[in-house]
T-cell receptor, first 116, second 113 residues
Framework: NAGVTQTPKFQVLKTGQSMTLQCAQD?????MSWYRQDPGMGLRLIHYSVGAGITDQGEVPNGYNVSRSTTEDFPLRLLSAAPSQTSVYFCASRTTRPSRPNSPLHFGNGTRLTVT | DQQVKQNSPSLSVQEGRISILNCDYTNSMFDYFLWYKKYPAEGPTFLISISSIKDKNEDGRFTVFLNKSAKHLSLHIVPSQPGDSAVYFCAARIGGSNYKLTFGKGTLLTVNP
């Protein structure tokens, strides 16, 4: 059981470049989300999805796009990277089944992104 | 406005002693609280949780206490072990169909042998 898989593990971009951070989960979780972790800032929610075709903004959505075409995948797109987007990005998922109302979030191991 | 606060960036304890990590929250709508543990170069992993209808939850060496009137929770680790050295994040959720978690900034716990 792979859980939540994030690729790549590391990425260096130049300002203005675009890229997609990949996230896949094999637990059939309905809810998926993206967080960024910055020093002294904790984990901040970027975007989330409660199911295929449904996405919504979190606390810090600017500069990021998401889509959810399948239950398994939830890619995060940076259309024009900026140095302020240098961070560690975590994808997380959980079930929303009523039988498990307090199921915790399961996190991937992160993507460390540097924008120069 | 930070709704979940962990005011101690770091904590150092001796092996075998008790570690107490604290967390305060401001949003009275939060009804479920979780602690996550994070090692370097890994994602956070779930440790223990507590519902607002309880004031204590235990799991082995880990106990979480909730004081709703003070909007305060704490994580106790007894006895502390060197392998417990990690960053600990407090998180909170508003109930119902809201699945979003709000995290604190984390506390780095170092357990010295």
């Amino acid at each position: 059981n792979a859980g939540v898989t994030q690729t790549p593990k590391f990425q260096v971009l130049k300002t203005g470049q675009s890229m997609t951070l990949q996230c896949a989960q094999d637990m059939n979780h309905e809810y998926m989300s993206w967080y960024r972790q910055d020093p002294g800032m904790g984990l901040r929610l970027i975007h989330y999805s409660v199911g295929a075709g449904i996405t919504d903004q979190g606390e810090v959505p600017n500069g990021y796009n998401v889509s959810r075409s399948t239950t398994e995948d939830f890619p995060l797109r940076l259309l024009s990277a900026a140095p302020s987007q240098t961070s560690v990005y975590f994808c997380a998922s959980r079930t929303t089944r009523p039988s498990r109302p307090n199921s915790p979030l399961h996190f991937g191991n992160g993507t460390r992104l540097t924008v120069t | 406005d930070q709704q979940v606060k962990q005011n101690s960036p770091s904590l150092s304890v001796q092996e075998g002693r008790i570690s107490i990590l604290n967390c305060d929250y401001t949003n009275s709508m939060f009804d479920y609280f979780l602690w996550y543990k994070k090692y370097p170069a890994e994602g956070p992993t779930f440790l223990i949780s507590i519902s607002s209808i309880k004031d204590k939850n235990e799991d082995g060496r880990f106990t979480v206490f909730l004081n709703k009137s003070a909007k305060h929770l704490s994580l106790h680790i007894v006895p502390s072990q060197p392998g417990d050295s990690a960053v600990y994040f407090c998180a909170a959720r508003i109930g119902g169909s809201n699945y979003k978690l709000t995290f604190g900034k984390g506390t780095l716990l170092t357990v010295n042998p």
